[in-house]
């Protein structure tokens, strides 16, 4: 036997690494903790989805009944009995849609103009605009009423509208800022030099390159407009231009002892913001880390 007789490789076990170990008993703990604390906040909504097909005895028996014997799916046609939620629906649709519309289209053109354009003053009015965030909206709620009134728009859907086609709300033009300053500006440039204008550069460069920016500021906007009770509360007087909100609020109110009902209307104003965020989540996710990090 030669001195060159391979020996058998020795496998060497990796030290044990109690950094390691502890960083892996963390991470498992922060999930447990994170699952129950989740569950913690679906919970009541489960409980309202369980109580919108119980009779009206079930809804508070005790011990909590989740899944009823007899499912009262009734309950949901009763909700358009009670009122005209058909024309709820369609105001809805109508005020949010429009009112969604408006905050894109006014935020990315203000957006643009402080991350693009050279003009006196723009930080100066960048600050003030930041500024304006910390200001709670029932400052200007007693002008904005009396501005309206003037105007004759009370009782119109305009007080919902109108006001966001100006760039009103500063957390979206923020957003879209720093959205804008991380895009190249090689870009701008090269269409310059190509002939086109500002709008266009908007509409066929910037406009594609931030559909993350513009899914977040939708999904915001539009939970903002379609879970709003305050502004239709004091602008809208008559039942046939009441929103979602102030329709399941009147429920509430001339029909307490329906909680069951309630509970269906409830459930259906929850279904659409619901099934929006599980399709707009990617872009919602992406939009909020380029915001984020993309500054410069």
Not at 209 to 232: E, G, W
């Amino acid at each position: 036997m030669t001195e060159n007789t391979l020996q058998p490789v020795q496998t060497q076990r990796k030290p044990f690494s109690r950094r390691k170990f502890l960083e892996k008993v963390g991470l498992v703990v922060l999930q447990i903790v994170m699952t129950v604390w989740v569950i913690s906040f679906l919970v009541p909504t489960i409980w309202m989805i369980s109580s919108s097909i119980k009779a009206s005895t079930e809804v508070f028996a005790h011990p909590i009944v989740w899944i009823p014997e007899h499912p009262e799916w009734g309950n949901y046609a009763k909700v358009f009995e009670l009122l005209p939620f058909g024309r709820f629906t369609i105001n809805t649709i109508i005020v949010t849609g429009l009112a969604v519309l408006g905050t894109l289209v006014s935020s990315m053109l203000v957006a643009y103009s402080f991350a693009r354009l050279r003009w006196p003053g723009k930080n100066i009015f960048f600050g003030i605009l930041i500024a304006t965030m910390m200001l709670p909206d029932v400052i200007t709620l007693v002008p904005r009423f009396i501005m309206f009134r003037s105007f004759g728009w009370i009782d119109t859907f305009l007080p919902l509208i109108v006001p966001y086609w100006t760039g009103i709300t500063a957390l979206y033009v923020f957003l879209a800022v720093q959205f804008l300053r991380g895009l190249p500006v090689e870009l701008e440039e090269a269409a310059l030099i190509d002939g086109a204008n500002r709008l266009q550069i908007i509409i066929r460069i910037i406009l594609p390159l931030s559909k993350p920016v513009l899914a977040t500021i939708a999904v915001f906007a539009l939970l903002q407009h379609y879970n709003d009770f305050m502004q239709p509360l004091i602008y809208l007087s008559s039942l046939e231009n009441w929103t979602l909100a102030l329709g399941v609020r009147g429920l509430n109110s001339s029909y307490a002892s329906n909680w069951e009902v309630i509970f269906a209307a409830s459930t259906m104003m929850l279904a659409p913001v619901f099934l929006l965020f599980v399709f707009a989540q990617r872009f919602f996710v992406q939009g909020i880390a380029m915001t984020g990090f993309g500054g410069r």
